[in-house]
Nanobody
Framework: QVQLVEFGGGLVQAGDSLKLSCVAS????????MGWFRQAPGKEREFVAS????????YYADSVKGRFTISRDNAKNTVQLQMNSLKPEDTAVYYC?????????????????WGQGTQVTVSS
């Protein structure tokens, strides 16, 4: 089992950048494919980005493609989400998730473990 804690959320202005980190403890994060999801007020949780266990495959939601980059450092048990050119519509609680498997996935039901989330607020 793995425990996930997200860091790096905050309040920024439109156009700014922010980097989220997810630290895994317990079982090594290298045992899992990882993903980032987000949930805005009144909306369902949605997929943002995911990365395979090796880091060789990544997927992005169309809404963040070209602006966000997911990466991982298995030696440090961390997964990062670099967010550039932020927009007000990116405002949400961002969650890190891990799944037992090799391949990255875009569906939230495929993930087995979740962090508590970190708030990202983008002002216009």
């Amino acid at each position: 089992q793995v425990q996930l804690v997200e860091f790096g959320g905050g309040l920024v202005q439109a156009g700014d950048s922010l980097k989220l980190s997810c630290v895994a403890s317990g079982r090594a994060s290298s045992s899992y494919a990882m993903g980032w999801f987000r949930q805005a007020p009144g909306k369902e949780r949605e997929f943002v980005a995911s990365i395979s266990r090796s880091g060789g495959t990544t997927y992005y939601a169309d809404s963040v493609k070209g602006r966000f980059t997911i990466s991982r450092d298995n030696a440090k048990n961390t997964v990062q989400l670099q967010m550039n050119s932020l927009k007000p519509e990116d405002t949400a609680v961002y969650y890190c998730a891990a799944r037992n498997g090799v391949a990255a996935a875009t569906e939230n039901y495929r993930y087995d473990y979740w962090g508590q989330g970190t708030q990202v607020t983008v002002s216009s």
